[in-house]
Each structure stands twice: as C-alpha cells, then as structure tokens.
C-alpha cells in the first residue's frame, strides 16, 4: 500500500505541470495578442502616409496648371512664379525622409499661398474663370492634405504611445518595432508670412 506522501508525489508533479503549460499559455497569447496589436498600429501608420501622399500628388499635378494660368497675367511676377515650380520639383525629388518631404511640402505650401497673395493685386486674374477653378481645387486639396496629415499625426501618436507603454515597450524592439515620426512642420515654417502689397 502507498503512503499518502507517495499518492500526493505524482498528483503535485502534475499540477505544477498544469500551472506551467497555462502560464506559458497566458504568456504567448499576450504576446500574439501584442505584436497583433502593433501591427494593426503600425499599418495605420502607413495607411494614414499614404493618405497625404496621394493628396501631395494630386497638388503636384495641379501646380503646373496654376503657373501656366497666371503667367500671361503676371509677367512682372517671374520671380513668384520660379519659386513656385522650384518648390514644386523639390516636393517631387525629396525622397522618402519623412522630415526632407515634410519640409519641402511645406515650402511648396508657402510658394503657393504667395501666388494666391501675389494674384489678389491682379484684377483680371482673379476673374479668370480657369484660374478660379485652379485655386479652388488647389484650396480643396490643402484642406484634404491637411485632414490626411492630422489623421496620420493621430495615428503616430497612438503608436509611439503603444510602443512607450509598460509591457509592449519590452518586446516591441526585438519584434522590429521603431517609432514614427510626425509629419510636422520645421521651425522657418511657424513664422508669419510676410505679404506685400
């Protein structure tokens, strides 16, 4: 006959078994469920870059237009409207850096808002039908470009948060997960515009 100790051996054998095979349970389905997490987060992310990339594009497309519009109005304006299409082919050639493209987006932004400064001292142009137009649709996609950029800027904040938070920020690193940064604008970018007249 078997002692009570020998009985209670193999039943404490399996139980600390038991313990162990839930614990490692517990632990990979927070790690899926973490690394899920991140990747929604982080394909976000990217789903919210391509938003203002699509609208900088339809902006690209419509600026040669623009400065076709008014050059016939604006012929002592040559130096407006180089800097304008200069802005434009850096937007284009910027490359994938985020703060290089931000930066030229905005100085793309800036030339385009002088232009429009520049046209109200022209009376003809701002009756032009094509040029009306042109600055609407330009207008319209600024406005898009700017809800594209808020919606991204709110989704690299939700997942450099997530990152930062205690646990995540522990196994976020091994699984290649690296923050992302805001599309913000450079400090030349948050001084007053000078308008003449």
């Known amino acids: 006959m078997l002692s009570r100790h020998q009985e209670r051996a193999p039943l404490n054998l399996s139980l600390s078994f ?3 095979l839930v614990v490692i349970t517990v632990l990979l389905v927070l790690l899926m469920r973490t690394y899920n997490s991140l990747v929604r987060q982080r394909n976000t992310v990217r789903n919210g870059w391509s ?3 699509v609208q900088l594009m339809r902006r690209h ?3 040669p237009n623009l400065v076709e519009s008014v050059r016939g109005y604006m012929t002592h304006e040559r130096e407006t409207l180089e800097a ?3 802005a434009r082919s850096q937007a284009m050639t910027a490359g994938a850096d985020l703060l290089t493209r931000a930066t030229a987006e905005m100085a793309l932004t800036g030339a385009v ?3 429009f400064a520049v046209a109200e001292r022209y009376p003809t142009l701002k009756a032009s039908n094509q040029f009306l137009l042109l600055q609407e649709q330009i207008s319209s996609t600024e406005n898009r470009i700017a809800f594209a950029r808020q919606h991204y800027n709110e989704s690299v904040r939700q997942y450099n948060t997530s990152l930062a938070e205690f646990p995540r920020n522990l196994i976020a690193g091994p699984l290649g997960f690296s923050p992302a940064s805001l599309f913000a604008a450079d400090a ?4 007053n515009v000078q308008v003449k007249v």
């Open 188 to 191: 030349s970018d948050r001084t």
């Open 61 to 63: 497309d419509l600026v």
């Open 84 to 86: 304008v299409t200069r």
């Open 18 to 20: 038991v313990t162990l």
């Open 51 to 53: 938003d203002i990339d």
């Open 113 to 115: 808002g002088n232009l």
